[in-house]
């Protein structure tokens, strides 16, 4: 079974789960298990709960613990969707016997971002004053991420496609690539 990594930054349509769905594979999103755990206030989600309520983001080490258990009950195969975020996460999932067989980033360009941003928010789908504070998360998320992008490419594992578009289209382009479309 496969094993992908979908990264994907601010502005990006969510498509993993069309994906996941696609190639009959468990998603894994770390955002979605944290609020489950904090929501169900189970060991894991009290010691989260402990570092963002200090406002500190949960160290790597603990990250990785929570998504190698969550790995090692997806019966082989699986789809992370936006994890790793750096190269100590990767280095630290490959350490636990967790490198994924292929890892393939959404892209959009900056303008494409904030064309899509500026309409959302003329639409009143988004507050105002979005597309200042989402075109810095994409700056931070572009800039931090490149270490990771290099990580992946020297490994033979990195690809791109775009972000653009319908999430169908997305999707269905997301599909193509991970089937070595």
């Known amino acids: 079974m496969q094993k992908i990594a979908v990264l994907s930054g ?15 594979l468990p998603l894994i999103s770390v955002g979605n298990m ?5 929501q169900r206030q189970t060991p894991m989600g009290l010691r989260i709960d402990q570092y963002m309520r200090a406002g500190d983001l949960v160290p790597d080490e603990l990250t990785v613990e929570f998504v190698t258990d969550a790995l090692a ?4 195969g699986w789809l992370l969707h936006n994890f790793p975020r750096s190269v100590r996460q990767a280095e630290l999932l490959a350490q636990h016997g967790h490198q994924p067989d ?17 309409r959302e928010v003329e639409l009143g789908l988004k507050p105002a004053g979005l597309l ?3 075109s810095i998360r994409y700056a931070i998320y572009r800039r931090e991420g490149e270490p990771l992008r290099d ?6 594992l990195y690809s ?9 289209d997305v999707a ?5 690539a991970a089937s070595g479309g």
Not at 102 to 118: G, M, N
């Open 10 to 24: 601010p502005g990006v349509q969510p498509v993993a789960e069309f994906l996941a769905a696609a190639a009959n």
């Open 34 to 38: 944290f609020r489950e755990h904090l």
């Open 73 to 76: 009950t997806a019966g082989g």
């Open 102 to 118: 292929a890892v393939i980033e959404l892209v959009t360009s900056q303008d494409e971002f904030e064309v899509v941003t500026r």
């Open 132 to 134: 200042e504070v989402m």
């Open 151 to 156: 990580y992946y490419r020297a490994r033979g």
């Open 160 to 168: 791109t496609v775009s972000g653009s578009g319908t999430p169908e």
């Open 172 to 176: 269905a382009r997301l599909i193509a």
